[in-house]
């Protein structure tokens, strides 16, 4: 599905970012790291007030490493997502990302972990994707496989997806729904279409990308499935969801994903927005609300047990 039409309130988006030059953060090496060391310094917070204010809100630990349920506090149906943020791997989770479960939680009535996954440069992707397995063991193994629902943000999208072919290559049963937001799914970035993809998007760039993805990767060569999802065989992952923008460098990803997928026979619910920028489902425009109703609805044909 591909949705053309582009709200004022979505326009003025774009048009502040530009004004403001959000784009010379991952624009420019230095930038970029003093971007790392600035977000990483703030520890872990945990959700905002709002959050904790409107819902039950339990933290507990994974390998001594946070992990965040939030709950509504009354009426809640025990449906549960395990969502994976964004962030290049190295950046913290932001406000965006919180107010997006709210929203999500009191359109639903589901309730949502979040498991503060460990970034580089400190750790690797080894470690990170042991973490995230070791996470799911905790919070989702004991639900039904036909009732679960992973979900991420650019690079917690990548995890997401890690996550489910793994699952699928131990001959384990997967996630009824993987959903994946802005995917990031291959650090490689080397597709023709993203330099001049690069020049569309206002707010990421190919050089800060290129220094998240050698920070994350270590000794492993780009090309490993862990860091690449994109490859191999896409098949038996049950049912997956892409939304993604037109101005965003990571589109190149999602299309070649869509052509995989219908290459290979793989149903994929796919949702190409006009003139959407990175994670723009996280912000407050039109264009995120009618895709939050979408993804609520994924979430409601799922019965999920509470965690």
Same mark, same amino acid.
């Given at each position: ?5 582009? /709200? ?10 530009? %004004? ?25 917070? !945990? ?28 009426? *809640?149906? *025990?449906?549960?997502? %395990? ?5 290049? $791997? ?66 917690? #999208? !990548? ?8 699952? +699928? ?10 959903? %994946?937001? /802005? ?19 206002? $707010?990421?760039?190919?050089? *800060? ?6 920070? $994350?990767? !270590? ?6 499935? +862990? ?7 896409? /098949?038996?992952? !049950? ?5 993604? *923008? ?26 190409? $927005? ?8 996280? #912000? ?21 047990? /509470?965690?």
């Amino acid at each position: 599905m591909i949705r053309s039409k582009t /709200s004022l309130t979505a326009k003025s988006l774009l048009a502040w970012l530009c %004004l403001t030059k959000r784009k010379r953060t991952y624009a420019d090496v230095d930038r970029f790291r003093r971007s790392i060391e600035s977000s990483q310094a703030k520890g872990d917070q !945990g959700p905002i007030r709002s959050i904790r204010r409107r819902f039950d809100v339990t933290r507990s630990e994974v390998d001594g490493r946070p992990c965040y349920t939030i709950r509504p506090r009354r009426g *809640g149906v *025990g449906k549960h997502v %395990l969502y994976f943020h964004g962030g290049a $791997y190295v950046h913290q989770i932001q406000h965006d990302h919180w107010r997006f479960f709210g929203r999500l939680i009191d359109r639903t009535g589901c309730s949502v972990t979040v498991p503060i996954y460990p970034l580089a440069p400190d750790h690797h992707c080894p470690e990170t994707t042991a973490f995230v397995r070791r996470a799911y063991d905790e919070f989702a193994a004991d639900v039904e496989a036909e009732d679960q629902i992973v979900m991420g943000d650019s690079a917690g #999208a !990548g995890i997401a997806l890690v996550l489910t072919k793994a699952l +699928r290559d131990e001959g384990r049963p997967v996630p009824k729904e993987t959903v %994946l937001l /802005s995917p990031w799914l291959d650090l490689t970035l080397s597709h023709p279409a993203q330099p001049a993809l690069d020049e569309r998007d206002p $707010y990421l760039a190919l050089t *800060g990308l290129n220094e998240a993805a050698r920070l $994350y990767s !270590g000794p492993l060569p780009r090309t490993d499935p +862990r860091l690449s999802p994109l490859s191999g065989d896409l /098949s038996g992952l !049950g049912a997956l969801t892409v939304y993604i *923008g037109t101005k965003d460098v990571l589109l190149a990803d999602a299309r070649r994903l869509h052509t995989l997928c219908t290459e290979q026979g793989v149903p994929l619910s796919y949702h190409e $927005y006009e003139g959407m920028i990175h994670a723009w489902m996280l #912000a407050s425009i039109p264009e995120a609300k009618l895709a939050l109703e979408e993804i609520s609805h994924l979430v409601d044909r799922s019965l999920v047990k /509470s965690v």
